[in-house]
């Protein structure tokens, strides 16, 4: 359904300005003009203006980032179970991150190209595409760092075991309820990225968290 602009402004809670600056910079669609003076705007714009106010407010992202971000991927605005993982992926992962060959990983890290190919097996690290990431070369650091301590690994193979186990089950109830959605998916996919970005890091760290006070309790 097209949108004049007061309508649009009112359905998305944007200003006319706001609205002209996001036409301009690309981040919405040229509005039709079947008349002279006469502009319509898409429905769509109105999740995608809720969409970009959900990544600065949330996630801090700016313009430019937010830009960056719409032009590297294809977005597309619907409730399909694709389009939300491709977005969840980006903004939890994306911001600020430099690519990286895999030659230049392993100079960064100076590990053998065995072991990072063991730590992509064990699920510990991923590559993006055909190249790595600065994130990539952190997460080598730290469990690089991990074992000179003597940290055993099996913490780790269990961090993966439970979150292949979990991914699974949220793929399956994320897709279902993005499916049984009939109307805009914009206000399940916040739930959806709050849910996987702030939800489940707080109950698993609160666990951390609780279970060392259980422990000290226990040794009083």
Same mark, same amino acid.
């Given at each position: 359904?097209?949108?004049?602009?007061?309508? $649009?402004?009112?359905?998305?809670?944007?200003? !006319?300005?706001? #609205?002209?600056?996001?036409?301009?910079?690309?981040?919405?669609?040229q509005?039709?003009?079947?008349?002279?003076?006469v502009?319509?705007y898409?429905?769509?714009?109105?999740?995608?203006?809720?969409?970009?106010?959900? $990544?600065?407010?949330n996630?801090?992202?700016s313009?430019?980032?937010?830009?960056?971000?719409?032009e590297?991927?294809?977005?597309? =605005?619907?409730?399909?179970?694709?389009?939300?993982?491709?977005?969840?992926?980006?903004?939890?992962?994306?911001?600020?991150?430099?690519?990286?060959?895999?030659?230049?990983l392993?100079?960064?890290?100076?590990?053998?190209?065995?072991?990072?190919?063991?730590?992509?097996?064990?699920?510990?690290? =991923?590559?993006?595409?055909?190249?790595?990431?600065? !994130?990539?070369?952190?997460?080598? $650091?730290?469990?690089?760092?991990?074992?000179?301590?003597?940290?055993?690994?099996?913490?780790?193979?269990?961090?993966?075991?439970?979150?292949?186990? $979990?991914?699974?089950?949220?793929?399956?109830?994320?897709?279902?309820?993005?499916?049984?959605?009939?109307?805009?998916?914009?206000?399940?996919?916040?739930? #959806?990225?709050?849910?996987?970005?702030?939800?489940?890091?707080?109950?698993?760290?609160?666990?951390?968290?609780?279970?060392?006070?259980?422990?000290?309790?226990?040794?009083?």
């Amino acid at each position: 359904m097209a949108l004049k602009m007061k309508d $649009l402004i009112a359905k998305s809670g944007e200003s !006319k300005s706001t #609205i002209l600056y996001y036409i301009k910079e690309g981040l919405l669609p040229q509005p039709q003009k079947p008349k002279p003076n006469v502009h319509l705007y898409d429905e769509v714009c109105i999740d995608i203006i809720k969409f970009i106010k959900y $990544l600065q407010h949330n996630f801090s992202y700016s313009i430019s980032e937010i830009k960056h971000i719409f032009e590297n991927n294809n977005f597309k =605005f619907d409730s399909s179970f694709d389009s939300m993982v491709s977005s969840l992926e980006f903004i939890s992962g994306s911001k600020g991150l430099k690519q990286i060959s895999t030659k230049e990983l392993l100079e960064l890290t100076q590990i053998t190209q065995a072991i990072l190919d063991e730590y992509i097996q064990k699920g510990y690290i =991923f590559k993006r595409g055909d190249y790595f990431s600065t !994130k990539e070369v952190e997460i080598i $650091l730290l469990i690089e760092s991990a074992k000179s301590k003597g940290l055993d690994m099996k913490l780790f193979d269990e961090y993966v075991k439970c979150a292949t186990s $979990l991914a699974k089950l949220e793929n399956q109830l994320f897709e279902n309820m993005l499916d049984s959605q009939e109307d805009s998916s914009e206000s399940l996919y916040e739930l #959806i990225f709050d849910i996987v970005l702030k939800l489940k890091p707080y109950i698993f760290n609160s666990h951390t968290v609780q279970t060392h006070h259980n422990n000290i309790k226990e040794r009083v």
